[in-house]
């Protein structure tokens, strides 16, 4: 069965870096993009970010251009999400998503990791 | 950029339907998919391209989209319904994912 396992918790000092990863397993990694979500506590889901594991080719929301990448291993079918100079209200669970095709111009995610949680505190 | 808004509450009795909207300007041309969240969980994609259920989701969900306003339709509505709703669609003229703001729901 599709599986997206992320690992453990973080806590960070403003400033700092944090790497966040995705092991899938149970389908071809190349074959579907992956995306990354975070959620702060209490607050809805805000999407992130985008990879094409094939091809690398990678896609950023606007509020996290210039501090956020997107990589990936793909000989061990992982992918990766690093957030650089954190904040404070960089506090949040991140979720990777794997998103699939479901029709012309329609993809949804239909299988996500359990979630880690990046603590930002001094 | 593309803006979805959903109520932050709706209240059912048991058996009763439930329906959230998310509204978005002319959301009716997308593909919408709704995610249930329980506390402390992944999202669950529910419905999946307006109206259309992945395997293992009761026949009780449902969804419709037309014009401004997309609607997940919960019928005979459980205890274990209980939980956060969002709606999402893809942006292709910026190509960004975006979520509603999320739908509490309660069942009474």
């Known amino acids: 069965q599709v599986q997206l396992v992320q690992f453990g918790a973080e806590v960070k000092k403003p400033g700092a870096s944090v790497k966040v990863s995705c092991k899938t397993s149970g389908y071809t990694f190349t074959s579907y993009d992956i995306h990354w979500v975070r959620q702060a506590t209490g607050q809805g889901l805000e999407w992130m970010g985008w990879?094409?594991?094939?091809?690398?080719?990678?896609g950023y929301a606007q509020k996290f251009q210039g501090r956020l990448t997107i990589t990936r291993n793909t000989f061990i079918s992982t992918a990766y999400m690093e957030l650089r100079s954190l904040r404070f209200e960089d506090t949040a669970v991140y979720y990777c998503?794997?998103?699939?095709?479901?029709?012309?111009?329609?993809?949804?995610?239909?299988?996500w990791g359990q979630g880690a949680l990046v603590t930002v505190s001094s | 950029s593309y803006v979805l808004t959903q109520p932050p509450s709706v209240s059912v009795a048991p058996g009763l339907t439930a329906r959230i909207t998310c509204g978005g300007n002319?959301?009716?041309?997308?593909?919408v998919h709704w995610y249930q969240q329980k506390p402390g969980q992944a999202p669950v994609l529910v419905v999946y391209?307006?109206?259309d259920r992945p395997s293992g989701i009761p026949g009780r969900f449902s969804g419709s989209n037309s014009g401004n306003t997309a609607t997940l339709t919960i019928s005979r509505v459980e205890a274990g319904d209980e939980a956060d709703y969002y709606c999402q669609v893809w942006d292709s003229n910026t190509d960004q994912g975006v979520f509603g703001g999320g739908t509490k729901l309660t069942v009474l």
């Open positions: 990879m094409n594991p094939k091809s690398g080719n990678t």
């Open positions: 002319n959301i009716g041309s997308k593909s």
């Open positions: 998503a794997r998103r699939i095709p479901c029709g012309a111009d329609c993809y949804s995610f239909d299988s």
């Open positions: 391209d307006d109206s």
